[in-house]
């Protein structure tokens, strides 16, 4: 079935530093990709979207770009702030299913210290 | 416009009671689900609806059960808690179309503790 495989962390960065969350994924055909935030005590919010090959997704300084070949959807920023300390989530929709299944990886915990 | 809530935030419960969990969206969408977000495993689908009087079972259905008799309402019950449900429980909703197109929406979340 389809699967998304994240780098778990936690993930420890200082400030201005640079960021990537490893994000690979299996499935059949061709899914949209998502990134989902989830800041403490918060439920998740989208962050940015790629629903085709070699979309990019980009939001808020982060981007991701649709990597068919690799089955990559990493998530960058050039330089992060403490604000952006939360949990990163990569998901699929895989296509043709009955229903919206959003398939979620583990969650990658981001630290940023000043 | 308060998006979705969720009711309680917070609950302890021993094992063998139960409980019903609210969630609550203003922005007249269809579609509504309730995860259930575990340490290292991401979020899994418990129960989903379509619409309102509909429910159907996702990933991980056993042991709870849900109703949605309003539109902005979905209710997940647990009749018997076990300590395998202690877990944050996250509510979503979203509007109709394609998926990839329409984001769900997640509440605050309800953190359950089960003794």
């Known amino acids: 079935g389809d699967s998304v495989t994240q780098m778990e962390g936690p993930v420890t960065l200082s400030e201005e530093a640079f960021l990537t969350i490893n994000c690979t994924y299996t499935?059949?055909?061709?899914?949209?990709l998502f990134w989902y935030v989830q800041y403490p005590g918060e439920g998740l919010q989208l962050l940015l979207k790629?629903?085709?090959?070699?979309d990019k997704g980009s939001n808020k300084g982060f981007e991701a770009t649709y990597r068919k070949e690799t089955t990559s959807f990493h998530l960058e920023k050039g330089s992060v702030q403490v604000s952006d300390s939360a949990v990163y989530f990569c998901?699929?929709?895989?296509?043709?299913?009955?229903?919206?299944?959003?398939?979620f990886g583990p969650g990658t915990s981001l630290s940023v210290i000043p | 416009n308060a998006g979705v809530t969720q009711t309680p935030k917070f609950r302890v419960l021993k094992t063998g009671q139960s409980m019903t969990l609210l969630c609550a969206q203003d922005?007249?969408?269809?579609?509504m689900y309730w995860y259930r977000q575990d340490p290292g495993m991401g979020l899994r689908l418990i129960h989903y609806?379509?619409?309102?009087?509909?429910?159907a079972k996702g990933e991980v259905p056993d042991g709870y059960n849900v109703s949605r008799l309003k539109k902005q309402n979905f209710l997940l019950g647990l009749e018997s808690a076990a300590p395998s449900q202690t877990s944050v429980y996250f509510c979503?909703?979203?509007?109709?179309?394609?998926?990839?197109?329409?984001?769900?929406?997640f509440g605050p979340g309800t953190r359950l503790t089960v003794l």
């Open positions: 979503a909703s979203r509007p109709t179309g394609d998926p990839s197109y329409n984001e769900q929406f």
């Open positions: 499935a059949t055909g061709y899914p949209s």
């Open positions: 790629a629903t085709k090959a070699d």
């Open positions: 998901a699929l929709i895989g296509p043709g299913t009955s229903y919206d299944k959003v398939i």
């Open positions: 922005m007249n969408h269809e579609y």
């Open positions: 609806s379509v619409g309102e009087g509909t429910t």
